[in-house]
């Protein structure tokens, strides 16, 4: 972190006062920045306002600017229909990331220590977690994008104490950390101290050295499911879900074993824009189950108004109709010969070069990027080349075969779902389909010379931040 600028999350209590202590000790050797940012939660009144003054003091005697914000968490758990300590965590990193992107810091830091790690674990072991949740909170990570760091997770809550005692440090106490109401505190205060009576004194550092085996052995599966993905996915594909989504193909996932079905779907859904937050062991095993359907249409609901879609082999996921953006309709565009054109509405880019050879792509599935084509640059005698989604009466005389084909049998035959065919592109002359892209070209425009300057042409995805109108 050279030279970073650190917001630091300070409650007032012992573990984050020791945090802000050692990085400010620490600050003018690395050259850091520090911000301290407090959240009143509105739940404790004039003692949350007393820790909000005690923080204040403290940064202004360290010289430290402070930013302190104010939260409604009982309101917003009523809202929400979520616990008090879900809604004060939601609320607080929310509040967290909203200060680091106000006042430019480089990383968040918050004063989880080992005794938080433990109890985190224990939490998740009862509520049923896997792998990734008894694995604890690590060291770095990112909160809605922003990164996060926990410095004391090593460190026990004893030798926070010790360390400001020593220094001659004060800190608040909330007495809501003593609330057994709270399931948190009811680990912290009656099932550890009981564990560590009846079953094993050390239980702790057991509980921690499980984490720190199932962490490493969760990241080793993790880019495990990573390549599983990329085999079993086309991507990227044009999709009603939107620019840049990637379709799942259920036959070849369903043969690796459940283990990593349950772990690419989770990897996928997130990579997809659901919320990891959504997602539960529930939600993934009726997405699994879906994946085993092996007839028709079918539909599972997520929390937040997703859906995951099977379609043929092909399984998607997006916003529900009624919350999915609509693009608008695409007209035709007229393609640069030679040069770049650019598709706002679909999110392709078309580059043609003139250059002799040609390039023997294997016909695949339509709408699946990049696609690569050479045609012959003598088709031009007819007119310029457009780009336009494909329409009613479409046909070609795809190039190998005998007679002409309508696209629509064509997709069809691809097993294309019906709500994507509208969006596939294709390449025309005269509006004469010249190319359907990932499929194969017109034999009209099939190259006789391969020495001749001919039409390379590459269509590719293009993010909507770069994408333009032509």
Known sequence: ?????????????????????????????????????????????????????????????????????????????KRKGISLEMAAREARYAFLVRT??????????????????????LLKLVRGAGR???????AQSLIEG??????????????????????????????????TAFLRNRVRHELLPFLEKKFNPQIREAVLRCGEVLG???????????????????????????????????????????????????????????????LDFESITRVEALLGRRQGSQTVELAGGWQVQRQYDRVSVGKAPSARRVGKNITAIKVKVPGVTLVKGLGLRITVTLAPGIVKARGGRPGVFPAQATLSAKGLEQ?????????????MSPFGMKGTRKIQDILVDAKIPRAVRGRIPVLVCADQVVWLPGYRIDRKWAVDDEGAMNLQVVIEPVSSRKTQSA
Not at 132 to 138: C, E, N, R, Y
Not at 231 to 248: I, M, N
Not at 383 to 395: E, F, H, I, S, Y
């Open 1 to 77: 972190m050279a030279r970073s600028h650190i917001l630091v999350a300070v409650s007032g209590g012992a573990d984050s006062v020791a945090l802000l202590h050692s990085l400010h000790q620490a600050a003018k050797q690395h050259r850091w920045r520090l911000t301290v940012a407090h959240l009143n939660h509105g739940i404790r009144g004039k003692k949350a306002s007393d820790d909000a003054a005690f923080v204040e003091t403290m940064a202004r005697r360290l010289r430290i600017p402070c930013v302190v914000g104010r939260a409604r968490v009982p309101a917003l758990a």
């Open 132 to 138: 990734g949740g008894l694995s604890g909170m690590a």
């Open 216 to 278: 490493a052995e969760d990241a080793w599966m993790e880019g495990l499911a990573q390549e599983i993905l990329k085999d079993c996915t086309l991507t990227p594909a044009l999709s009603p879900e939107g620019r840049g989504s990637r379709y799942v193909q259920s036959d070849k996932l369903y043969g690796y074993p459940l283990a990593a079905r349950r772990r690419v779907i989770r990897l996928w859904l997130v990579q997809q824009g659901v919320p990891a937050a959504g």
């Open 100 to 121: 680091a992107w106000a006042v430019k810091a480089d990383v968040m830091a918050t004063a989880h220590t080992a005794d938080d790690q433990v109890e985190t674990i």
């Open 146 to 179: 922003f990164p996060l760091v926990r410095p004391l997770l090593d460190v026990s809550r004893g030798e926070i104490e010790a360390y400001l005692r020593e220094r001659n440090l004060s800190w608040r106490e909330d007495e809501s950390n003593r609330d």
């Open 383 to 395: 007119g310029g080349l457009w780009v336009r989604p494909g329409k009613a009466g479409d046909r």
